[in-house]
């Protein structure tokens, strides 16, 4: 089975990490990872070990911008737009006689690079908006993020 996905067993498995438009060649260190991703790798990385084990069964994925289903269901306004999604099952809703869809975070590199184009502002909210996208994930809504620092 392929790893599609950037969480712990990739790590601790670089040599089974899903080849793709970066990686020029089967090894991970031949890889020209560009800003974000970088900043992603960085987040990911930075996380608490507890943390990184919630990520074995989330597939992170970054795509340009919102679709336009993912704007109609989160209700944006034309002028809003979103920096990560979380779309999935909380670990604090799934029952054991429920099927589990898959779980899923999206990072959006258009509207995050250009409201932050500094790349150190950049690693920033990418590492906020991965923790808040989890935090999702982890059962907590919006108002719960306030509690978090993660609003």
Known sequence: MPIRRRGSQAHRHPD????????????????????????????????????????????????????????????LAADETLYGLYEGTPLVAWGADEVPFP?????????????????????AEVRRTLQHELAHHVGFDERGMDDLGLE
């Open 103 to 123: 779980n899923k975070i999206t990072l959006f590199r258009v509207p995050l690079e250009a409201d932050n184009p500094d790349p150190h502002e950049l690693a």
């Open 16 to 75: 089974r990490r899903a080849a793709g438009p970066w990686a020029p060649g089967p090894g991970p260190d031949q890889r020209a990872l560009d800003p974000f991703e970088r900043a992603l790798e960085a987040a990911i990385d930075g996380l608490a070990p507890p943390l990184q084990r919630l990520l074995e069964r989330v597939a992170i994925v970054i795509a340009d911008e919102p679709t336009r289903e993912q704007r109609r269901d989160q209700d």
